[in-house]
């Protein structure tokens, strides 16, 4: 017999997002840097994954100007944690479908984000694209600029 879980993505208020932002991405740092300056901008929003009453996974989009790309309307992905538990299971590439509805609802042309090496082959799993050089980010490690064109 298996059991049924329960899973949810729905829009969140920042403050429920930074615990995973912490475990995940700022582990042994302080709490103070999982907050982000545009987490309570008028156009941020961040999306949870939600199984069972816990955040597995989430992420904050907010408009932001790529210089890399030409678009009229870009957002930026930031804090995209997934619980080390819960990894490899789905929850990750459904918030992102989700939030590509979300973007489209917002006349965003296309989103870009910082990939951590770890992350890169989930971003091309759902669109995403290399530009650039490998470039590295203090205390945080190598990344790739990615981008995905919204349709």
Known sequence: MTTQLKVNIRKVDAKKVRPLRHSELRNGQDFATTSLLE?????????????DDKIVTCATFYPDKFIKIKSNKAYRLR????DSQFQRKGYASDLMEESFKELKKRDCDMLWCNARLGAVNFYKSVGFKIIGELFDIPEIGPHYYMYKRIK
Do not use: N
């Open 39 to 51: 987490d309570y901008k008028e156009d941020t929003f961040h999306l949870a994954c939600i199984v």
């Open 79 to 82: 804090g995209m944690a997934t």
